[in-house]
């Protein structure tokens, strides 16, 4: 476990100057960045915003990916959307039911997006926006939202408990009252994200990723939001890495094309063995 945590401390590290963390923890907005190199696609940042949406610590999140916000009723297929976005390296929108750490389910617009080394166009990190989906006015009820998202909203819980406080939900978002007399979408119900909330989303992206590209330019290892280049010879892909980590034996791969046929890929097992 302590050459996980070793490599997800170099994500950041060997690829990012010292200040990132500090800069993206400037934003307000719910997002981790996972590293879909590392064994498991682990969390390797995680937001104030994010963790006070999932009611999770910094240490409950790093090093552990996104099953651990899964629950009964989140939507298979939608999952399976997102792991084949991953498999083939790009960017997916999709509405997503997730859980908070005391069990409530909530509605949210899940924003991934890649990030590529320019100098060898291998995906780096992936960043992935949570806006959670707030119910607009439909007709005989709910509540409103005005297109700049001001006004009153309401988060979108599935089987919203009584005993979820308003301090809960004040965390989750723009929430100003929750009485009993309001009503509350069945989880069964797939919730339509806003135009608003999907720019709001996008717009999020936009701003995690020019932090991203500033701070790597300070190493001379930058990133960017488009593949700038071919990746080299030895690259292995985003799927590839996360099937591997999925083999328990101990094992490297090295690629006898590269000068001095360096090793490319070890397992979390192989690591566990050459652990000093």
Same mark, same amino acid.
Request: glycine share 12%; net charge positive.
């Given at each position: 476990m302590d050459s996980k945590l070793g490599?997800?401390?170099?994500?950041?590290?060997?690829?990012y100057s010292q200040w990132v963390r500090e800069a993206l923890d400037e934003f307000p907005d719910n997002f981790t960045i996972t590293d879909p190199s590392i064994?498991?696609?682990p969390i390797v940042f995680a937001?104030?915003?994010?963790?006070?949406m999932s009611g999770y610590s910094q240490e409950e999140v790093i090093g552990q990916n996104g099953k651990i916000?899964?629950?009964?009723?989140?939507?298979?297929?939608t999952v399976m959307e997102i792991r084949e976005a991953i498999r083939e390296e790009r960017g997916i929108q999709v509405n997503l039911l997730n859980y908070r750490k005391d069990g409530a389910p909530f509605w949210m617009l899940f924003h991934m997006s890649p990030v590529f080394g320019k100098e060898d166009g291998r995906v780096i990190h992936f960043v992935a926006v949570q806006v959670p989906i707030t119910r607009n006015q439909r007709g005989n009820g709910g509540v409103s939202l005005s297109e700049d998202g001001s006004g009153l909203n309401e988060i979108v819980?599935?089987?919203?408990?009584?005993? =979820?406080?308003?301090?809960?939900?004040?965390?989750?978002?723009?929430?100003?009252?929750?009485d009993s007399s309001s009503k509350v979408l069945d989880i069964e119900e797939t919730c339509e994200a806003s135009d608003y909330e999907k720019r709001r989303a996008a717009a999020a992206f936009n701003n995690i990723l020019s932090v991203l590209t500033h701070y790597?330019?300070?190493?001379?290892?930058?990133?960017?939001?488009?593949?700038?280049? =071919?990746?080299v010879a030895g690259y292995i892909s985003s799927s590839l890495n996360i099937s591997?980590?999925?083999?328990k034996q101990s094992f490297v791969l090295i690629d006898p094309h590269l000068p001095e046929t360096p090793i490319v890929y070890a397992s979390d097992a192989f690591?566990?063995?050459t652990v000093m």
């Open positions: 490599l997800i401390q170099q994500s950041f590290n060997t690829r064994s498991g696609h937001s104030r915003g994010f963790l006070k916000f899964q629950g009964p009723k989140t939507n298979r297929r819980f599935g089987s919203c408990r009584k005993e =979820v406080g308003s301090d809960s939900l004040l965390e989750l978002g723009r929430v100003l009252s929750l790597s330019d300070l190493t001379g290892r930058l990133v960017c939001g488009k593949r700038c280049s =071919v990746p591997l980590g999925r083999i690591l566990k063995l």
